[in-house]
Each structure stands twice: as C-alpha cells, then as structure tokens.
C-alpha cells in the first residue's frame, strides 16, 4: 500500500531528526545576549578568538569569516558560541589587525569605507585565512573544517571552499563583492542565506554570459539567481535561502526586537547548522 502523506511526512521528519539529534543540534539556540566563552589566542600574529564545545577542541571545525565588524563586535563572538554549543570548535581570526569597522562608526563622518577597505586587501585576508587554516589542521589537529562567511566574509568562504585550499563545506549569509569566478570555483556543498528586498523583473538565462560577468556587489535577487545558475550548471551540492524583511547584515545583528528580523537571524544560523550536520 502507498504510504499516506502523513506517513510520508513523518519519515521525512524522522529523517531530519536523525541528523539533528546526531550532531546534538536539539541543543541549539542563538545567544544574541550575554558573554562571550571563547577565548584569544595569538596565533602567528593574528588574534583568533576560539569557542569550544564542552572545553576542549573537537572532531570539525568551522572557520568563521567575519563581517567589517569583526571579532570585537559581541554579537559576532556570541554567534561563534552558539555554533560551537552544536558540538563544533569554531575559529574567528581578526582579519582586520585591530582595525575592524567600529559599529558606531559605520554611518559617521570619520569613517571612509572606501579607504578602509584599500586597507585589507584581499590578499592579506587570504594570507590570514591561509594561516587560521593551516592553524586548525596542524595545531588543533581538525581535519574537516566547515567555513561560515557573514557579509565581507561570504567573498572569502567560496574562496576557500575552492580545491585545495581547506575549507570543505560553507555556508554563506548576505555576502558582499562575490565575483562570479568566486562561485565558479566552488568545489563542495554551499549553503547561501539572503535577505528577500527587492521585486525583481525577468533575469537573463545565458549562463556563460553570467559567468563570464561579475556578480551584484548586494546578493539581490540578480545575484541569487546568477549564483544558482552557476551552481546548478556546475552539479553543485547547494541550496539558498531567502528570508522577508531582512535587512542586509540580519544574520550577525538585526534589530530582535522586530519579529521578523529575530526570525531570519534565527533561522539562518539553524540552517548553517543543518547544513554542517548534513555535509561536515
Ligand atoms: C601577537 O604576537 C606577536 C609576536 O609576539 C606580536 O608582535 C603581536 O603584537 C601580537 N598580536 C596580537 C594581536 O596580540
Ligand atoms: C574616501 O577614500 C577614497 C580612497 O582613498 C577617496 O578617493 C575618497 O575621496 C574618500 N572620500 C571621502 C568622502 O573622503
Ligand atoms: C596535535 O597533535 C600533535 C602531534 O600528535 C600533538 O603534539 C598536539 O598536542 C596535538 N594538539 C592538540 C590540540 O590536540
Ligand atoms: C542588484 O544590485 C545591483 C548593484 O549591486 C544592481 O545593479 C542591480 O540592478 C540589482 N538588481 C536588482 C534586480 O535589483
Ligand atoms: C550530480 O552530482 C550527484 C552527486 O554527486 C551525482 O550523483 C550525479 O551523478 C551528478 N550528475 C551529473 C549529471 O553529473
Ligand atoms: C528596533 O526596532 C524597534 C521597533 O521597531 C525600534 O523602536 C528601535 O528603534 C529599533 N532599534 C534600532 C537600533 O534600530
């Protein structure tokens, strides 16, 4: 006898369950107040701040690449602990050398993105992430390392995720300045959350045209779908999810106040969960 939708339902849930319950994800949940439990260490010059399950480092890792905020912003350490209460040691190096975007500042008058930004190059982010990297696996002795971008960290996640340079499953929130090579060069499972803000009209369907160009520098609905070309057309293991009334950085810090940004931040930080638990 065909199984009823019930039935079918009810195995789809076990399913779910029993990747959940395997990774201890039914212990899950975003600490968006308090203090932080990590702590820094001085890792070849760069200040990572660690966050252990239960005190000692575990069997993965997740690497997680910051917003222009950085490791002194609370909510990004707070968020490094919620993951790491999964059962992971999650890693954040201080990409920025003391001199991330003060929060306060972000909209001031004292502050020149632009010129921020010449700054930190890519080039000294990846030697950063190159060294945190190498870090896990020689010294914290994690060979599977997930890697969780935020914003300026979701260009550097499918960087690394790329052959052989280290990371091997990512998930990736609102990224910022993602190039279509970036994605192109993609080799393992991604999981991308974006904010739902924009009403969009019909997209172009020419592949090698999108591949070819550089994606949208907000994810927009032109860059979600350009980036789902591409990862579909590559047989990549992916999925994306878009979240309504969330405002750009709302898996770091929305405003918890309004229900539906609380929502989104929550529900992407259980999705990156659900993703490392699946393919970590
Ligand atoms: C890390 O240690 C190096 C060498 O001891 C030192 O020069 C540097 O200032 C330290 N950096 C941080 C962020 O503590
Ligand atoms: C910001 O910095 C850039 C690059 O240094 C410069 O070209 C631009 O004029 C600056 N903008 C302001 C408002 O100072
Ligand atoms: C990693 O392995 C090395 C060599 O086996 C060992 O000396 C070191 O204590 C280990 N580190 C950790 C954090 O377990
Ligand atoms: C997406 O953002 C880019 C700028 O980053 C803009 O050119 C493009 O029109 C936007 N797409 C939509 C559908 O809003
Ligand atoms: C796509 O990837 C899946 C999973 O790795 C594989 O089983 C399947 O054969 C691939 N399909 C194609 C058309 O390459
Ligand atoms: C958060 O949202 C509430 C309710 O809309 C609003 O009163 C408050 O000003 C917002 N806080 C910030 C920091 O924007």
């Not at 001199?99 to 921020?116: H, K, S």
């Not at 052959?163 to 994605?183: M, N, R, T, W």
């Not at 999810?241 to 950085?249: D, E, T, V």
Request: glycine fraction near 10%.
């Amino acid at each position: 006898m065909a199984p009823t939708v019930l039935q079918t339902l009810a195995i789809g849930f076990a399913a779910l369950v029993s990747v959940v319950s395997s990774n201890a994800l039914s212990n899950a949940y975003v600490s968006h107040e308090g203090e932080p439990a990590g702590f820094f260490k001085n890792v070849s010059g760069v200040s990572i701040y660690h966050s252990y399950h239960n005190g000692t480092p575990g069997h993965k890792a997740v690497l997680h690449v910051t917003d222009i905020y950085g490791v002194p912003l609370l909510e990004n350490k707070l968020l490094a602990d919620s993951i790491a209460r999964a059962g992971y040691t999650v890693i954040v190096p201080d990409l920025f050398a003391g001199d991330a975007v003060p929060v306060e500042d972000r909209e001031g008058p004292a502050l020149n993105l632009t010129e921020w930004r010449t700054r930190h190059p890519p080039a000294d982010i990846e030697r950063i992430l190159s060294l945190t990297v190498d870090y896990i696996h020689n010294d914290l002795n994690i060979s599977r390392i997930g890697g969780a971008g935020y914003c300026f960290g979701g260009k550097y996640v499918p960087r690394f995720l790329a052959e052989g340079k280290g990371i091997d499953v990512g998930f990736i929130a609102h990224p910022s300045g993602l190039e279509a090579a970036e994605i192109q060069g993609i080799n393992g499972p991604i999981s991308i959350a974006g904010e739902l803000n924009t009403i969009h009209g019909l997209m172009s369907k020419d592949v090698d045209q999108i591949i070819a160009g550089e994606l949208d520098n907000a994810f927009n609905v032109t860059a979600r779908y350009n980036a789902e070309a591409i990862l579909t057309s590559k047989n990549a293991t992916y999925e994306t999810n878009f979240y309504s009334g969330a405002p750009h950085g709302f898996a770091v810090r929305p405003n918890i106040t309004v229900a539906r940004q609380k929502y989104a931040k929550e529900a992407s930080y259980f999705q990156a969960l659900l993703w490392f638990a699946a393919w970590l």
